[in-house]
C-alpha cells in the first residue's frame, strides 16, 4: 500500500469512528444494497463515501433520537477530519424503539 493510499485508510477509519462516537448513532448504513461505502484495500466501510469534495456518511439512528441534532453533532464531529469536503449526511434507518417506548 502507498503512503497516499494508508493516508487515506486512516482518514477513512478516523471518520467512521468518529461518526459511530457520536450520541445517537447506532451505526454507519451502507443504502439500498450497500452501495454507499468507501473501497480499501481488502475492506470496505459501508456508510461511507469520500471523494475529493465531499464527505457523504450515512446512518442509522436511535429511535429517540433528535434526528437534526445528532445530524449537527456529525458535522461537528467529522469537520476536523474531512479537511475541506463538505460533510452530507443522510439518515437511512432508525433504530427500534425500547420496550418502554412501544404503544
Same mark, same amino acid.
Given at each position: 500500500m502507498t503512503a497516499v493510499a494508508a493516508d487515506f485508510a486512516a482518514t477513512a477509519d478516523a471518520i467512521a469512528a468518529a461518526a459511530l462516537a457520536v450520541p445517537g448513532v447506532e451505526g454507519l448504513h451502507g443504502g439500498p444494497g450497500d452501495a454507499i461505502a468507501t473501497a480499501l484495500p481488502g475492506r470496505r466501510i459501508p456508510g461511507l463515501r469520500i471523494d475529493a469534495d =465531499?464527505? &457523504?456518511?450515512?446512518?442509522?439512528? &436511535?429511535? !429517540?433520537? !433528535?434526528? /437534526?441534532?445528532?445530524?449537527? &453533532? +456529525? /458535522? &461537528?464531529?467529522? +469537520?476536523? +477530519?474531512?479537511?475541506?469536503? =463538505?460533510v452530507a449526511v443522510t439518515v437511512e434507518d432508525v433504530g427500534e424503539p425500547r420496550d418502554e417506548d412501544r404503544t
Open positions: =465531499t464527505c &457523504a456518511v450515512h446512518v442509522a439512528v &436511535a429511535w !429517540d433520537a !433528535d434526528m /437534526r441534532a445528532t445530524a449537527e &453533532a +456529525l /458535522r &461537528a464531529a467529522l +469537520l476536523p +477530519l474531512t479537511g475541506a469536503r =463538505t
